[in-house]
């Protein structure tokens, strides 16, 4: 839980390891290659800019320039995806020959689930989950959302629109019906889902 220690008064100061990006940012990264190194992923959370638990449900929206997201909120998550390694042992070839390779480690997110940025849900949020996320620090792991019960009048509508931005799972829902995790009658809505179920299994 890298999140910073922007308010004494934020619900979730017990979590989070500090008000300084580089400090969480290489705590997590240590913590991460540790798991890593025993086979584990850690869910990296709750990516980004959690600043309130109070009245949480109403996603409060938190709102500053790009310039202070970048160097302040988002640093922390930007060095663990970066930093943290693992080293795994596989079968290299057919006769069973075990070798180890040194990887990224970090390779699970937490989104999170009850914040928005600039007014945007950060699980909906195509230009973090997809743009900064994966295609600049170049993330090849799975995206959670934080606890949602997805239980709106418009739940297809908005898990589909996660899928598309690059959440690949929707944590603690009760969207179970056919056809509420993306329109499967598209190819943009098919090729969202194989997406998703990529970087899942990839992680796993």
Not at 29 to 41: E, L, Q
Not at 85 to 93: L, N, Q
Request: proline share 2%; charged share 20%.
């Amino acid at each position: 839980a890298v999140n910073l220690h922007r308010s004494a008064f934020g619900g979730r100061n017990y979590e989070y390891y500090s008000e300084d990006p580089l400090v969480s940012g290489k705590m997590a990264a240590n913590i991460i290659s540790g798991a890593g190194d025993k086979g584990t992923y850690c869910a990296l959370k709750h990516f980004a800019m959690v600043d309130q638990e109070t009245d949480r449900w109403w996603i409060p929206s938190v709102w500053a320039t790009e310039q202070t997201i970048r160097e302040i909120y988002l640093k922390p998550f930007e060095i663990a995806v970066k930093e943290a390694a693992k080293t795994i042992k596989y079968i290299s070839d057919d006769q069973g020959t075990v070798s180890t390779k040194t990887m990224r480690a970090a390779d699970c997110m937490m989104s999170s689930g009850w914040s928005g940025i600039g007014g945007v849900w950060t699980a909906y949020d195509y230009n973090l989950m997809t743009d900064v996320l994966r295609n600049e620090w170049g993330f090849q792991g799975f995206v959670i959302t934080d606890y949602d019960q997805g239980n709106g009048p418009n739940d297809d509508i908005a898990v589909n629109r996660m899928v598309r931005a690059g959440t690949d799972q929707h944590m603690i829902d009760n969207t179970m019906s056919p056809g509420k995790y993306t329109s499967t009658d598209t190819a943009t809505g098919r090729m969202a889902l194989r997406n998703a179920v990529k970087n899942t299994l990839y992680t796993m």
